[in-house]
């Protein structure tokens, strides 16, 4: 059992910043990837931004030039730096991570993220 904690979301004005972090525990052997995605009401679940264990990064276009997601490898933890917040970035944002053996694939309890005057 892999265990996620996210922290870090709440209420913020247009062009404010806000960060995400995701810690995950249990019995981790080793960790392939690292992810954020968001679901807004009445929205399928997107991908915001990934990290891969060889460190190279993935963007949906939404996020690139304003999201930043970094890791530290060794406290389990994902983070999600968000800038120029756009009230379109209103949802609620989850915690993906992958990896094994034996595989495994985790989701966190997700954090709402509001943007809004």
């Known amino acids: 059992q892999v265990q996620l904690v996210e922290s870090g979301g709440g209420l913020v004005q247009p062009g404010g910043s806000l960060r995400l972090s995701c810690t995950a525990s249990?019995?981790?052997?080793?960790?392939?990837?690292m992810g954020w995605y968001r679901q807004a009401p009445g929205k399928e679940r997107e991908l915001v931004a990934q990290?891969?264990?060889?460190?190279?990064?993935t963007y949906a276009d939404s996020a690139k030039g304003r999201f930043t997601i970094s890791r530290d490898s060794a406290k389990n933890t994902v983070y999600l730096q968000m800038n120029s917040l756009k009230p379109e970035d209103t949802a609620v944002y989850y915690c993906?991570?992958?990896?094994?053996?034996?595989?495994?694939?985790?989701w966190g309890q997700g954090t709402q993220v509001t943007v809004s005057s």
């Open positions: 249990g019995r981790i052997f080793r960790i392939n990837a």
């Open positions: 990290i891969f264990s060889t460190g190279s990064t």
């Open positions: 993906n991570v992958d990896g094994g053996p034996p595989y495994f694939r985790s």
